[in-house]
């Protein structure tokens, strides 16, 4: 079965709910990252404390406590890197069973539909999937550079180097939270990814449904009013 025969099967209206899927996915993701300088976000919020994490790092003669949290960084990224993996051969692995799939489309639909249909939507699924897998795969990455960095930082925070090392360790550990971060919000569209399952406009209100859960959390819960108060630049 050729492309253009493949995409027939698809109403205008399917093309148009996963545009907007991908636009809002896209569009959150930029705003949690570039808020309203009057209005951060929790992920920016967090920048101010991680280089404020640095600065205080430097003056501590004992750093079991930091390469406790760094560990417990990594541990986190492995984990749903981990997840992932699992998850999209689940779903390769559904791919390739078409018994069942087709099986799994009559329960969720009255609409019928050939294989081919549903196999498309759940490689919808497992594209976002596998983005949060290399991100999170990278942010595992990054936090070990992080960690080596910090090994690195001068006890004495009067070192001439200290401040380099300081600045450099704060900018890879921002970094690494950025792509653990995406990681995440690519996990929640791809949960709302499955809506599609049931039809385009259920893929249409989990687009919205995900972006108004993302948008609360970054901008308008307790945790962000908590970290508000007194925010380290």
Same mark, same amino acid.
Request: hydrophobic letters at 50%.
């Given at each position: 079965m050729n492309l253009q025969s493949s995409l027939s099967h698809f109403g205008t209206v399917d093309f148009v709910a996963v545009g907007l899927f991908l636009a809002i996915w896209l569009a959150v993701g930029w705003r949690i990252e570039n808020p309203n300088p009057?209005?951060?976000?929790?992920?920016?919020?967090?920048?101010?404390? !991680? !280089?404020?994490?640095?600065?205080?790092?430097?003056?501590?003669?004992?750093?079991?406590?930091d390469a406790a949290i760094m560990a417990n960084l990594r541990q986190g990224t492995s984990f749903f890197a981990s997840a992932c993996m @699992?998850? @999209?051969?689940?779903?390769?692995?559904? @791919?390739?069973?078409?018994?069942?799939l087709l099986g799994l489309a009559q329960d969720l639909t009255l609409t019928r539909a050939p294989a081919i249909v549903w196999e498309v939507k759940i490689l919808f699924v497992l594209l976002f999937l596998t983005n949060s897998f290399?991100?999170?795969?990278?942010?595992?990455?990054l936090f070990g550079y992080c960690a080596i960095i910090m090994?690195?930082?001068?006890?004495?925070?009067?070192?001439?180097?200290?401040?380099? !090392? @300081?600045?450099?360790?704060?900018?890879?550990?921002i970094s690494a939270a950025k792509n653990f971060n995406r990681g995440m919000r690519s996990i929640y569209f791809a949960l709302g990814a499955l809506a599609w399952l049931l039809g385009a406009w259920a893929l249409v209100g989990a687009a919205f449904l995900t972006a108004s859960v993302l948008w609360r959390r970054e901008f308008a819960s307790h945790s962000r009013q908590a970290l508000m108060r007194g925010t380290p630049m």
């Open positions: 009057q209005r951060p976000s929790v992920a920016v919020l967090m920048v101010g404390f !991680r !280089r404020e994490w640095m600065r205080q790092f430097v003056a501590r003669d004992a750093r079991m406590f @699992i998850a @999209i051969g689940g779903g390769l692995a559904l @791919i390739g069973n078409t018994e069942r290399l991100k999170f795969v990278w942010s595992h990455r090994a690195a930082v001068p006890n004495d925070a009067g070192h001439p180097d200290a401040a380099l !090392r @300081i600045e450099q360790a704060a900018e890879v550990n």
